[in-house]
């Protein structure tokens, strides 16, 4: 993997030409606050897992500065939102980049839109929730509840591609400090192509007369950068989603090679929920849902979690970058 | 107003091509149980106030068939999930047609994505809220449970512009018999343009080499066949939300005279939550909120339910047809 002066070109004008982020000093002193919280652990049997960060739910591309439309990537965030939880179940800090109002650790049971019809009020005005439900509300509560109190995760949200590719940078600097024991969970859906800001309509398109014409810039492969310069040493995970089984493996190969990812978790629209493919340099797994009631999620995160833990036991020379090649 | 059949048939040519709704046969059945049950009322000083047909949220127009991206248009459901609670409280019942995942009414005041923030276990591991929420949470659960368990609010989802547009026909189509009874409320953000679903990409669009180009048609101005045939009589609100102030009240204008709408509420993308226009026949209305703690909904239902009363009194010979002209 030679570096590639036109990405890295390309990605540092991406960010010349974003629109900054907002509270980037409050996310920046919260996030070094994790890390530096969690980069005491040894990564051995009894230490700490590691620190994973997760990207979850799709990214917009705004069309107008005074954003009224968007072009969005369809991504409910179930799968991000579910592995948070078996993370945090083994022993990881989470680092949860989400996008807003996408699917949340420990609410994915909540029928859509209908959170008010889990309780009502008994006699005494107090809150209440129909036996069918009452476990697994308040499972629920407790589980986030000591997620959030031991200080084990912490949520990072964001709406535009602008804004998702700004926290990406600052928690894999962030992290870099974590080494091989910093793992990269990379289920977003990310944008490949986005309108440059300065180039944007100031105001709403106007419908006016006849039909609308829109062109359409690539995004940086990113992916190239955060293994390269941000978190050489941490162990990554992306995701390859495609509607066409046809072309799936043979691109999710493809972006395993050119970025240098440890796995590329292959997943079809139709059925991402029953089965994935792990393609790893040393071949391909397999991974089913065993019955209805479980997350495909479980089984996944187990996985990763045992490569991730060879991985951070690697000497350095066996490290991503030779078998990347 | 005059019929025009070009764009009846445009119409006609767009629900000919949208994949058809799902579950339609169910929401068929649940709207016109609804409407039925609520037709009986006569308008008058003591009976019920009328059925209003609230839109909110944005739609979505998918790229391709098998949808990974789409056009959003950003509307957080805030105007319409505040008129929700105020036209019920008016008295009306209400169709609430939303997008999934836009704000609810009776939920605005939950923080985005921290629903389980507000609740905690006691020891006795009862559900319990913190007494800075308790107050507001427990109106929240008994004003929703009360619209529910009474059958004064109907809630609808949509995603797509397909789906939104199919169910707006069928609701105008079942409300028609409610005559001057009936209202529409038309805060949802509705795309302008669209891709025919026939010349939509099967599969994920590849990011492959270079940019993208896209050709997006119009979509059919539907407020002109709600008005013209769906629900001739009905008293009818619709929205107009620009970014620029220097054009918004001459497009509210236009608007009013070309779909023959009864109120045309102007807002800009800046301030909408503070100041509109209500933009009528015989003149316009600015309507401010008065303070941080009151809802701009609140007002505007108010007067929107007085122009409605006497809309729904109007000798047949007074209706909308002579003075949309």
Chains 1, 2 share one sequence.
């Not at 991406?14 to 530096?36: E, N």
């Not at 990763?304 to 690697?314: G, T």
Request: aromatic fraction near 8%; hydrophobic fraction near 40%.
């Amino acid at each position: 993997m030679a570096a590639d002066p036109s990405i890295a070109a390309e990605a540092e004008a991406f960010f010349r030409a974003a629109p900054p982020l907002r509270d980037r000093d409050h996310i920046a002193a919260s996030l070094d606050d994790f890390v530096a919280r969690h980069s005491a652990g040894s990564g051995g049997a009894g230490g700490p897992a590691g620190v994973v960060c997760i990207t979850s739910g799709g990214t917009t591309v705004p069309l107008e500065q005074r954003c009224v439309r968007y072009i969005d990537n369809f991504s409910s965030g179930q799968r991000g939102a579910a592995s948070t939880e078996y993370f945090l179940k083994a022993g990881y800090a989470v680092i949860f980049i989400h996008r807003r109002g996408s699917k949340q650790p420990y609410c994915r049971f909540i029928p859509e839109d209908s959170f008010l019809d889990l309780f009502e009020l008994g006699e005494d005005s107090e809150i209440q929730v129909p036996q069918s439900h009452s476990a697994v509300v308040k499972t629920s509560i407790s589980n986030y509840r000591k997620a959030i109190d031991e200080g084990m995760l912490l949520k990072l949200p964001f709406t535009t591609i602008f804004e998702y590719l700004q926290l990406l940078q600052m928690v894999a600097t962030s992290m870099n400090c974590l080494g091989h024991r910093g793992m990269f969970f990379l289920a977003a859906a990310v944008s490949d192509f986005y309108v440059p800001w300065e180039s944007m309509a100031k105001h709403k398109i106007q419908s006016a007369v006849g039909p609308l014409n829109m062109q359409l810039n690539q995004v940086p492969k990113m992916l190239f950068i955060l293994r390269k310069k941000w978190a050489p040493l941490a162990f990554c995970v992306s995701f390859k989603l495609e509607t066409d089984p046809n072309i799936l493996l043979q691109k999710a190969e493809m972006a395993l090679k050119k970025y240098g990812m440890d796995v590329v978790v292959a997943n079809e629209l139709a059925n991402y929920k029953d089965v994935v493919v792990m393609v790893t340099n040393s071949g391909r797994m397999t991974v089913s849902r065993r019955s209805k009631e479980e997350d495909l999620e479980e089984q996944l995160t187990k996985l990763l979690a045992k490569m991730h833990a060879e991985h951070a036991s690697l000497p350095k020379s066996e490290d991503h970058q030779t078998h990347a090649n």
